[in-house]
């Protein structure tokens, strides 16, 4: 009965983990997809019925790259805790993720 606990509680963590990088991907994707507003090509802003195109402040730009770094270290971060509960399993394959693993 052991052995079975043990590995439903393995099979709840991993999907956590997946799910949790998952989630980290798609912000960093969206992110890192806006990026063109970080270099200073402006961002949009949803207004009532069109989009209003404006340059990100100093400020913003600042908060995004920021921001981008957490996600990196949040994503390499679950790409090792991934690796050592299951050194078999690739974690570049979950959440869409595209690039060299980490």
């Known amino acids: 009965m ?3 606990r043990t590995r439903y509680r393995k099979q709840s963590t991993l ?5 949790s990088l998952a989630t980290v991907n798609q912000e960093l994707g969206r992110l890192q997809s806006g990026s ?3 270099s ?7 207004g009532r019925r069109r989009r209003i195109r404006r340059e990100l402040t ?4 600042a908060q995004v790259v920021e921001r981008i770094r957490q996600l990196e270290a949040e994503r390499t971060a679950l790409f090792e805790t991934i690796r050592q509960f299951d050194p ?3 974690p570049s394959g979950i959440g869409g993720f595209r690039g060299a693993s980490a």
């Open 2 to 4: 052991a052995l079975i």
């Open 15 to 19: 999907t956590y983990l997946a799910t």
């Open 36 to 38: 063109e507003a970080v």
């Open 40 to 46: 200073g090509s402006g961002s949009v802003v949803k």
């Open 58 to 61: 100093d400020a913003e730009k």
């Open 88 to 90: 078999e399993l690739d």
